[in-house]
């Protein structure tokens, strides 16, 4: 479904991404870890083409993202994210920021529309504040409304970058469990984070990255329980022992 | 003490004057806002020969004196003087705004343009229903002083036959031979746009203040 094939990413001099091949099937939940830095990000926002790949060739659905002739606005439509820092809309209630999108994008009616933010709005757990303004909302209530809005697309992939890094540790589970459900349901999820319970218990595969290249692939438990690379292992034991 | 005759016997000329005064104001104040907008976007859009065309204009236009400009519509292009006047101050008043509108869409953090994006809005809607929306709170206050400018550069049109308050106080002056009276009542006739201006300015300011 997504496909990496040799790519390189450059900022100025700078290797970001080195060498990526990677390949993510329909269904599949791939968690990306690795230390700040490491190119997770980065990697995560080339599929959506928030960033453009120097060289290589990535595909969506078969189709190149960083091709001229891909109409990127079509291919987004059908990739969900959900950023760090959130950004919902702040002139906008939660409803109509779910809404947005649908109706302007995909020509839903506004009734239409709205049935299917409310519907999203009961999944994540938040119905009852679809008439508040962002700013009324706790960081964890926030990100959840942003699951939702990218869920009212009916997107076949959904990015997460970083979606726990900015909340209150009170705030983490509850985002936490509206992924795994959503995981549960065989959405295609891409999940750069450092939530190792997360990547645990929801992952197929965990992606290990270290200065712009993928170290390791591997199933969770394969991974936890005798990663391969040197650094993998560092890392793994500084963030699991404290 | 001031000469209120003056005022009384020539109310029907200061009226005429301010009339056109704050018409080619308000021409001037529309325009220049949308020709300003449309500036800043080209200044800041994803396209990089926008981009140039944007930069020109601003750097040009704001580093030439407001009469130079007036005469190049009044005596170059021919036009009449209101209309040259009302052109000439849109024209120049547009890079101002466009500098306060391009500086308010830069303090929209980058992530509202990424959320957007990323859902499969194009640049424009982006622009026009996420972006701008929350720029122009920020741009209240200096677009407001841009408006108050516009209207007291407006006695430019003075200059060029433009029929405004200035022009007509001139005819005054020049037919009674008093100038300091003719002129503090012309100062009191643009106070009378620019401190309803200012007000309004301040009052929209405390209410989008509040929508937050």
Known sequence: MIEFKGV????????????????????????????????KSTMLRCINHLETIT???????????????TD??????????????????PHKTVLENITLAPIKVLGKSEKEAKETALHYLQK????????????????????????????????????????????????????LDVMKALAKEGMTMVVVTHEMG??????????????????????????????REERAKLFLSRILNH | MLDFTILTENFDIYLEGYKTTIIASLIALVASF???????VFRIAPFKP???????????????????????????????????????????????????????????????????????????????????????KIVIPPLGNQFINLVKNSSILGVVAGLDLMYHADLISSRTYVTFDVYIFVALFYLSLTIPLSLGVGYMEKRLAKSN
């Open chain 2, 50 to 136: 926008l981009n140039w065309l944007g930069t020109v204009y601003v750097e040009f236009i704001r580093n030439i004196p407001l009469l130079v400009i007036v005469f190049f519509f009044f005596f170059g292009l021919r036009f009449s003087g209101p209309v040259a006047g009302a052109t000439g101050l849109t024209i120049y008043t547009a890079a101002f705004i466009a500098e306060a509108i391009r500086a308010g869409i830069l303090s929209v953090p980058k992530g509202q343009m990424e959320a957007a994006r990323s859902s499969g809005l194009t640049y424009g809607q982006t622009m026009r229903l996420i972006i701008l929306p929350q720029a122009i």
């Open chain 1, 198 to 227: 997360f990547a645990k218990e929801v992952a197929d595969r965990i992606v290990f990255m270290d200065e712009g290249r993928i170290l390791e692939e591997a199933t969770p438990a394969e991974f936890y329980a005798n990663p």
């Open chain 1, 72 to 89: 990127i606005n079509k291919l987004r439509r059908n990739i969900g994210m959900v950023f760090q820092h959130f950004y919902l809309y």
């Open chain 1, 8 to 39: 390189n990413k450059y900022y100025g001099d700078f290797h970001v991404l080195k060498d990526i091949n990677l390949t993510i099937n329909q269904g599949e939940v791939v968690v990306v870890i690795g230390p700040s830095g490491s190119g």
């Open chain 2, 34 to 40: 949308l020709l300003g907008t449309l500036i800043a």
């Open chain 1, 55 to 69: 060289n290589g060739e990535l595909t969506v659905h078969n189709i190149s993202v960083a091709d001229k002739k």
């Open chain 1, 124 to 175: 994540v757990g938040i119905a009852e504040k679809a008439q508040s303004y962002p700013s009324q909302l706790s960081g964890g209530q926030q990100q959840r409304v942003a699951i939702a809005r990218g869920l009212a697309m009916s997107p076949e992939i959904m990015l997460f970058d970083e979606p726990t890094s900015a909340l209150d540790p009170e705030m983490i589970g509850e985002v």
